[in-house]
């Protein structure tokens, strides 16, 4: 009778160790031998300076102020790790529209594919980086009749996470004044008779004085 309970233990002991290793095993298959693996995020905002201001927002729509032909367009990519898990190797890439050329970077910029990128390396727990562009619309031969509105893309990742957001801003052809100039009445035929009638005149008047005096 002690061997069969002896027996019955061991059974018993070797169904709870067999049962506890798949246990493990399903859990380290999702979660990774050490715990449940880290959520990492990140977020990207790309705004706009508005013209002849400031303030950058998220859009420009056609009733914002618009940028002319040789202005300066300012754009901003804010970059942010929010979470608790450091992200590395991260980079940014700006997709630049028409109507606008690039004047400076804090990437590199390969006018082929207008794309802007930068190397932002590795952000830190809730660490933000900020990026800005200066570009400027084009002249007024580039430009399309009116107003026309573009979108500014920007995105952020690395081989774990990415983001991207857009930023809208508007454009108008302004074309040249032409100035008011006053016109000058030309000297026909008649007004040539009259000026010498008055000469004439003149001249007379002056030799009757003199005779006088």
Known sequence: MLRV?????IVIAALIFVF?????SANGGQYGPYGPSPVLSIDVNKTVQRANNSDFVDNLSPSDQRFVPGQDVFFR???KNPTDETLTNVTVKDFVPEFVDVIETPGSYDSSNR???INAGDFGPKEEKTYTLKTRAVGKDSMPTGTACRTNKAQAFNSSVSDEDTSQFCVERVEKQVTNVTQIPSTGPEMG???LLINALGFGTGVILRKKS
Do not use: F, H
């Not at 506890?20 to 493990?24: D, E, K, T």
């Open 193 to 195: 008779l009259g000026i």
């Open 5 to 9: 309970t002896r027996v019955v233990t």
């Open 77 to 79: 990519i804010t970059v």
């Open 20 to 24: 506890a290793g798949q246990l493990v």
């Open 115 to 117: 794309t802007i990128t």
